[in-house]
C-alpha cells in the first residue's frame, strides 16, 4: 500500500536558521500533499499544501518544493523562530480515487534554540 | 480548531471494557475521519465516513467500528478495550466538493488510556 517516510525524525536548529523537512512517497499517483504542525496537547494544523501540478510554493516563511519524478517533496522553513518549536507531518493522497485518505509521515520534532 | 470538538477529552478505562468516542462538527463538511496517534507511527486512519451512513474502514481498522447518524456527528466505537488501543484519537473533517478544498482539519484530540 501507499508508504510516506519522513526525515528527520528530530531537529534541533539555532532560531534565524533555516530548517529543511523531506519526504519521500511511494505511490506515483499521489497528487495533494499537505503539511501539518501539531503543538504539545493539540489537534494537527495544516501549514501549507501543494498539489502535483505545481513545483514550488511559498507562503511567508515557509515553502514546500515537490519532485513527482523522485517522488519526494520538502518542507522548508526560513528565519526560524522559537514558536516554530512543534512536530510537523507530511502526507499524500491521491484524490478522488482514495476518498481524500491520507497516508502520513511519522513527523519531525523541531526544536528551535533561542 | 475549524468547528470541531471531541469528547470526552480524556478516558481512563479498563480492558474488555466498551469505550464510545464522539466527534461533533459544525461546519456541515460531508467527510468525516477517525485517526490514532502514536509516538513513531504519525497518524493512522481507522474509519472515515463519505455521507450520512457511508463508512468504510482505514488502515487501522481491527477493533474498532464507528457509525454516522446525522451529518455532524461521528462515532468510534471500542467494542472491547485492549490495552493496544491506548492512544491518541483525533477526528478531521473535510468537504471537497462545491468549490471548496480537500483540505482536512483536526479536531483536538481524546486521550483514551486502557488499562
Known amino acids: 500500500g501507499e508508504n510516506v517516510e519522513q526525515h528527520p525524525s528530530t531537529l534541533s536548529v539555532q532560531e534565524g536558521d533555516s530548517a529543511v523537512i523531506k519526504c519521500t512517497y511511494s505511490d506515483s499517483a499521489s497528487n495533494y500533499f499537505p503539511w501539518y504542525k501539531q503543538e504539545l496537547g493539540k489537534g494537527p494544523q495544516l501549514i501549507i499544501d501543494i498539489r502535483s501540478n505545481v513545483g514550488e510554493k511559498k507562503d511567508q516563511r515557509i515553502a514546500v518544493t515537490l519532485n513527482k519524478t523522485a517522488k519526494h517533496f520538502s518542507l522548508h522553513i526560513t528565519e526560524t523562530q522559537p514558536e516554530d518549536s512543534a512536530v510537523y507531518f507530511c502526507?499524500?493522497?491521491?484524490?478522488?480515487?482514495?476518498?481524500?485518505?491520507?497516508?502520513f509521515g511519522s513527523g519531525t520534532r523541531l526544536l528551535v534554540r533561542p | 480548531d475549524a468547528g470541531i470538538t471531541q469528547s470526552p477529552r480524556h478516558k481512563v478505562t479498563e480492558t474488555g471494557t466498551p469505550v464510545t468516542l464522539r466527534c461533533h462538527q459544525t461546519?456541515?463538511?460531508?467527510?468525516m475521519y477517525w485517526y490514532r496517534q502514536d509516538p513513531g507511527h504519525g497518524l493512522r486512519l481507522i474509519h472515515y465516513?463519505?455521507?450520512?451512513?457511508?463508512?468504510d474502514k482505514g488502515e487501522v481498522s481491527d477493533g474498532y467500528s464507528v457509525s454516522r447518524s446525522k451529518t455532524e456527528d461521528f462515532l468510534l466505537t471500542l467494542e472491547s478495550a485492549t490495552s493496544s488501543q491506548t492512544s491518541v484519537y483525533f477526528c478531521a473533517i473535510s468537504e471537497p466538493y462545491g468549490g471548496f478544498t480537500d483540505t482536512q482539519y483536526f479536531g483536538p484530540g481524546t486521550r483514551l488510556t486502557v488499562l
Open positions: 465516513s463519505y455521507g450520512v451512513k457511508d463508512t
Open positions: 461546519e456541515n463538511h460531508r467527510y
Open positions: 502526507a499524500a493522497s491521491r484524490n478522488p480515487r482514495s476518498s481524500y485518505k491520507l497516508i
